[in-house]
């Protein structure tokens, strides 16, 4: 009976460690001469998703306290769950407002570009993540993120920061 019980446990553990999967690729700037000092990540996600993303803003911030660039973060919902005009406008003038306080030399854009639901959480995400440098508004660093967990992708989170901390370093975007 105990080894049985040890089987089922062995094979839930095994099953719940596969059940994640990050897939991204990225391409850089090649003309860019130095990494950047300082990053805002900017994250747009949809309003009934807040909870997730706070959980990946913190999973991130964990990943990047010891780097030498120092990061800020700005959360801001998407808008398309309200009832509003022109929600792109309030977006772009609270960004615009939230680079000009920071002044930082790299934005990193995560815009959703599909997400799937199943029994309530999020089974699927896809998202672009774009570098722009504020000063001349060219984008110096793209990736494409898949992220799937048989969950929820919020246990995925901390696999994606270790995935995009490694990205942003060998592309020579961080310190």
Same mark, same amino acid.
């Given at each position: 009976? !105990?080894?049985? !019980?040890?089987?089922?446990?062995?094979? %839930? /553990?095994?099953?719940?460690?596969?059940?994640?999967?990050?897939?991204?690729?990225?391409? /850089?700037?090649?003309?860019?001469?130095?990494?950047? *000092?300082? $990053?805002?990540?900017? #994250?747009?996600?949809?309003?009934? +998703?807040?909870?997730?993303?706070?959980?990946?803003?913190?999973?991130?911030?964990?990943?990047?306290?010891?780097? !030498?660039?120092?990061?800020?973060? %700005?959360?801001? *919902?998407?808008?398309?769950?309200?009832? &509003?005009?022109?929600? !792109?406008?309030?977006?772009?003038?609270?960004?615009?407002?939230? #680079?000009?306080?920071?002044?930082?030399?790299?934005?990193?854009? %995560?815009? #959703?570009?599909?997400?799937?639901?199943?029994?309530?959480?999020?089974?699927?995400? &896809?998202?672009?993540?774009?570098? $722009?440098?504020?000063?001349?508004?060219?984008? $110096?660093?793209?990736?494409?993120?898949?992220?799937?967990?048989?969950? *929820?992708?919020?246990?995925?989170?901390?696999?994606?920061?270790? *995935?995009?901390?490694?990205?942003?370093? +060998?592309?020579?975007?961080?310190?």
């Amino acid at each position: 009976m !105990k080894n049985l !019980k040890n089987l089922i446990l062995f094979i %839930f /553990v095994g099953f719940a460690i596969s059940s994640c999967y990050v897939n991204s690729r990225s391409i /850089v700037d090649k003309n860019i001469k130095d990494s950047y *000092d300082s $990053v805002l990540i900017v #994250i747009i996600y949809p309003k009934y +998703t807040a909870r997730k993303f706070k959980k990946l803003k913190e999973k991130l911030s964990l990943q990047f306290v010891n780097t !030498k660039t120092k990061f800020n973060y %700005f959360l801001i *919902d998407d808008g398309n769950n309200r009832l &509003e005009l022109n929600p !792109k406008e309030r977006i772009d003038k609270a960004i615009s407002d939230e #680079i000009s306080n920071i002044n930082p030399q790299l934005v990193l854009f %995560f815009n #959703i570009t599909h997400i799937t639901f199943m029994n309530g959480a999020i089974r699927y995400l &896809e998202f672009k993540i774009t570098g $722009v440098n504020p000063k001349n508004g060219l984008e $110096v660093w793209k990736s494409f993120v898949n992220i799937e967990n048989w969950f *929820d992708i919020g246990g995925s989170w901390k696999i994606f920061a270790e *995935d995009l901390y490694l990205k942003l370093k +060998t592309d020579k975007i961080i310190k």
